[in-house]
């Protein structure tokens, strides 16, 4: 059963939980190698995999993008060559083309925000989607252009739009994989404690007051449930976990203790 998912253009795509393709990144007439090498690395990093290449200036394969990949080897040895931009897109339904130039055709511009939907909206239906990158010195011409169906745009600082090939494809990859959610990944919740409950929270505070009107901290008397209160909320903004509250817990009894030693 699919549903439909409007852009910021008002197309319609109907999407549905078949497996997702993912996009293939078509560099077009790269010449560095270092550069596909970290355009390779910025893919994986974002779980991108297929890397197409129009007619590097330098040849493939290239040892100059070895060392810049960075373990991300594989996508370049499985990288496709072409030797047009429009052999490297012909088996793909949906491509958008990537620059921050403003070019006088007739193919409607898609901003960051809405990017990431739309590609996950055409390959939820299966079809097999890329994106188009320029060599560095002067980015796409427009017979490139010409053969998406969007132009994709970043918004870059207009007085300097010097972004590097890798770091081009980094933006890109990190908008694709954001399309699907932007929480942090599990394992970096699985050691954390719960929420405190209110019930610890309250504990802690009459813990800490009790030290506290021992040492003589509440004065002057009248003053005692203002300053209470003072002490209470930032403790419960800060909204802590059950661990952190048997950690302060654990404090106030050795300061108190520290403080019965020092006495005797």
């Known amino acids: 059963m699919g549903k439909t998912i409007k852009n910021q253009l008002g197309e319609v795509v109907r999407h549905t939980e078949k497996p997702t393709p993912n996009p293939a990144i078509i560099l077009v007439n790269p010449q560095l190698g270092e550069n596909i090498g970290g355009a390779a690395r910025a893919m994986l990093n974002f779980g991108l995999t297929e890397l197409r290449l129009v007619k590097p200036r330098d040849g493939w394969p290239n040892p100059a993008a070895i060392g810049m990949a960075a373990g991300?080897?594989?996508?370049?040895?499985?990288?496709?060559?072409?030797?047009?931009t429009a052999e490297a897109v012909a088996d793909l339904t949906f491509v958008m083309a990537a620059t921050a130039r403003r070019r006088e055709l007739e193919v409607p511009v898609i901003g960051t925000g809405d990017a990431g939907a739309l590609f996950h909206a055409w390959q939820g239906e299966g079809h097999h989607t890329g994106i188009l990158f320029g060599p560095e010195k002067a980015g796409l011409v427009n017979e490139d252009v010409v053969l998406a169906d969007h132009i994709l745009t970043y918004p870059i600082n207009p007085a300097f739009q010097s972004l590097n090939l890798a770091q081009a494809v980094g933006v890109f990859s990190y908008i694709w994989k954001s399309a699907e959610g932007t929480a942090p990944p599990d394992f970096f919740q699985k050691d954390i404690s719960p929420p405190a409950s209110r019930e610890d929270l309250v504990r802690m505070f009459e813990h800490l007051e009790d030290e506290l009107q021992k040492s003589g901290f509440f004065y002057p008397?009248?003053?005692?449930?203002?300053m209470r209160r003072n002490i209470r909320a930032p403790f419960t903004r800060a909204k802590m976990t059950e661990q952190e509250v048997r950690t302060m817990r654990g404090m106030i009894k050795a300061i108190a203790q520290g403080r019965g030693k020092a006495r005797g």
């Open 72 to 84: 991300a080897n594989p996508l370049l040895e499985n990288a496709k060559l072409f030797e047009t």
């Open 221 to 226: 008397e009248s003053k005692t449930d203002l």
